[in-house]
């Protein structure tokens, strides 16, 4: 196979074989990023110390390497639960491949070539992998079916594997220049190539993300098989005849796959809440590279669907743990709430695209809002302890099936740890993108970062203690003088914005008179926004500095009255991050405190708690059980903390939504 010359990066347009379409903005890869920071650069050094490793090891004693292993013998028993273990090999590979690209590491590349080896001989000759039935084919997994992709639609999970095989194998060629996990990828991809297509097998994927795999090398390739085969996979859905439409069962009608109309037609998420946001991303990157604007007005459609409706207060989707899925619009309930860290990410990948097609601040700011909050409480700061849901409270008098009140440290279905492997050390990537002379910052991290703009070397300098401090300082250093456009985000919520929609708002907006302050060189600016960027564009002359203060103030958050669960309560915010009491700092309980309209709040940055956080602190009524078993109500110290750090001191209570009165009372029996 001839050498690929690699031009860009997993979503730069300019890829060895020139691409007509793309998306209009364009994303800097995370290598050109090196961050200086003490919120996240600590976190991808755990992910990398600890988290990475752990999964290996785990993906060892559990026996997801041993299938491989059996497979490429073709002889033993299939030793892990579900057909798509496989994958969790893929994605910390993954993760590990982002980690080798920016902290070379001989003993670890070792280790992952020894497992890409282990998986190459897995493979069957014409690109087939799937170890759940190449270890003993006359006895595949229940889910798998008698012959292959027999069951893609519902439980095989056959191209699933596939399209994180892919994922993995781009990084991991992207990280190293190697191709021996790429060739496993490409020999996979040309067999499905193959099998499935218009005049060929037709199906939907039952768990998309084979499509975004697809993309991804196509875009190593140019090969525009791989693009045609994801853009027929995403047009498969609808078509299926099997399904009963009358049917309110997400199942039997196909909703749960995404799968009951064309996605065309579709204008609200539906079903498995991490399926639905893979698909809802290639389709963003189908449209993008082929300019089909049907898939691009769908998702528009879906995603003010989910803004509006769908999402709770701290970024999370999939509301229902019934088939780990979106409920109706504005079932967003608090003691049932699934949650799962990986529709989180998904999430992330999603927005992200969103943004690169659109160019508007608002989708950085819902990816903001699920990366500080919804995506990071998903790992505990030990970097091996992990929640699959992420709960909205925690009461002693109450505890749903599908909630959990301690992390685990692996999972029959691991899904989440390994997704949570390959996400955190790509993040620097979602900071900075560029348009022709636009370049915009997206995310505040303290950093430095290098571009190429007018055909001239920018460096960019980010000082700040984001996201404690509103304090943003940018420091522009070009090769030259040079004329462009800089575009800073200003966050929605330093604007009066909880969310970019009436789901939630900030109570008693008119009292907030702080506003963003921009100075270039030591003054003041006027600038212009444009959707919802600060544009500040002048001739950039090398140690120019930009300050931008951001309000830290805490805010008040109040639900649509449509959202039953959340009438009469009220969240708290500061900057990007939502806060949470948790029972170490409250009395040992949490679900008997009241927050009303006269508290009010201070902030106070802690070190030595929880790895450093500020906690917000105030006096507030408590509803307490006296000696006499007398129901009364005693002001008491109260504190938060922010809702990613809960659950790293114990097992108790956790509120995210406090009632700001009295109106009833439950009575528990012991």
């Keep these: 196979m001839k050498k690929i010359l690699l031009l860009a990066l997993l979503f730069s347009g300019a890829t060895a074989h020139a691409q007509q379409k793309d998306y209009p903005i364009q994303a800097v890869d995370f290598t050109r990023v090196k961050l200086a920071d003490n919120f996240w650069l600590p976190r991808i050094e755990i992910n990398r110390t600890v988290t990475i490793p752990a999964s290996f090891e785990r993906c ?55 497992l890409i080896a282990i998986v190459a001989k897995a493979q069957e000759p014409d690109g087939y992998l799937y170890t759940a039935r190449t270890i003993d084919p006359t006895k595949p997994h229940a889910w798998a079916g008698k012959e292959r992709w027999e069951k893609e639609r519902e439980l095989s999970h056959e191209l699933y594997n596939a399209g994180h095989l892919y994922e993995a194998a781009a990084a ?24 499935f ?213 692996w999972f ?32 505040f991290i303290a950093s430095n970062a290098n571009f190429i703009i007018r055909n ?21 250093n070009p090769q030259n003088t040079t004329t462009f456009n800089l575009k800073v985000r200003i966050p929605g919520w330093a604007n009066n914005e909880a969310i970019p929609s009436t789901l939630y708002q900030f109570q008693n907006n008119a009292a907030t008179t702080s506003k963003p302050v921009i100075k270039v060189n030591g003054v003041a600016v006027n600038y212009s926004m444009e959707h919802g960027y600060a544009v500040i564009g002048k001739a950039w002359k090398k140690n120019d500095k930009v300050e931008v203060t951001l309000p830290m103030e805490v805010r008040r958050v109040v639900a649509n009255e449509k959202v039953k669960d959340d009438i009469g309560k009220i ?37 030595e708690l929880l790895n450093g956080v500020m906690v917000l602190k105030s006096e507030v009524p408590a509803i307490i059980v006296n000696n006499s078993e007398n129901v009364v109500t005693v002001q008491q110290p109260f504190t938060a903390i922010p809702y990613y750090s809960w659950a790293n001191r114990g097992k108790g209570e956790m509120m995210l939504w406090f009632p700001e009165a009295v109106k009833d009372i439950d009575l528990i029996a012991k």
């Design 60 to 114: 060892e004693s559990t026996g997801r390497v041993k299938n491989f292993e059996m497979a490429a013998k073709k002889q033993g028993k299939f030793c892990t639960t579900f057909p798509f273990d496989d994958t969790d090999i893929y994605k910390t590979i993954e993760g590990a491949s982002f980690s080798l690209a920016v902290h070379p590491d001989a003993k670890l590349q070792a280790y992952v070539d020894s």
């Design 172 to 195: 991991h060629y992207l990280a190293t220049k190697k191709r021996n996990l790429l060739d496993i990828a490409l020999k996979n991809a040309d067999l499905v190539c193959s099998v």
């Design 197 to 409: 297509g218009p005049e060929k097998k037709h199906v939907a994927p039952g768990h998309e993300i084979v499509e975004m795999g697809l993309v991804k090398l196509y875009r190593i390739t140019g090969k525009k098989e791989y693009l045609s085969t994801a853009k027929f996979f995403i047009e498969e859905r609808g078509h299926y005849n099997g399904y009963d439409p009358n049917s309110k069962d997400v199942f039997k009608n196909g909703s749960y796959w995404q799968d009951d109309k064309p996605v065309n037609n579709q204008d609200e998420a539906e079903g498995h809440a991490v399926r639905a946001g893979y698909l809802y991303s290639a389709m963003a990157d189908v449209a993008a590279l082929t300019g089909d604007d049907s898939l691009l007005h769908a998702i528009d459609k879906i995603w003010e669907n989910v803004v509006e409706k769908k999402m709770y207060v701290q970024g999370s989707v999939g509301a229902i743990g019934d088939g780990e899925r979106f409920g109706g619009n504005y079932e967003l309930p608090n003691a049932t709430a699934y949650n799962e860290t990986c529709a989180a990410i998904a999430n992330v990948y999603w927005n992200y695209r969103m943004f690169l097609l659109h160019g508007d601040a608002k989708y950085m700011d819902i990816l903001e809002k699920s990366l500080y909050n919804g995506l990071i409480s998903g790992v505990g700061l030990d970097g091996k302890s992990f929640f699959y849901t992420n709960a909205m409270q925690i009461k002693n008098s109450f505890l749903h099936k599908d909630m959990e009140a301690t992390r685990s440290g």
């Design 412 to 443: 029959e279905c691991s899904c989440c740890p390994t997704n949570l492997a390959r996400l955190i050390p790509s993040i620097p990537g979602y900071m900075y993108a560029q348009k022709d002379d636009n370049l915009y910052i997206n995310l």
């Design 456 to 476: 001239k070397n920018v460096q960019v300098s980010q000082q700040n203690n984001y996201p404690w401090d509103g304090t943003l300082t940018f420091t522009i």
């Design 571 to 607: 969240a708290l915010q500061r900057g990007p991050l939502m806060y949470c009491a948790e029972w170490p700092d409250n009395n040992g309980k949490t679900s008997n405190i009241i927050i009303p309209a006269s508290a009010t709040f201070t902030s106070e940055f802690k070190p």
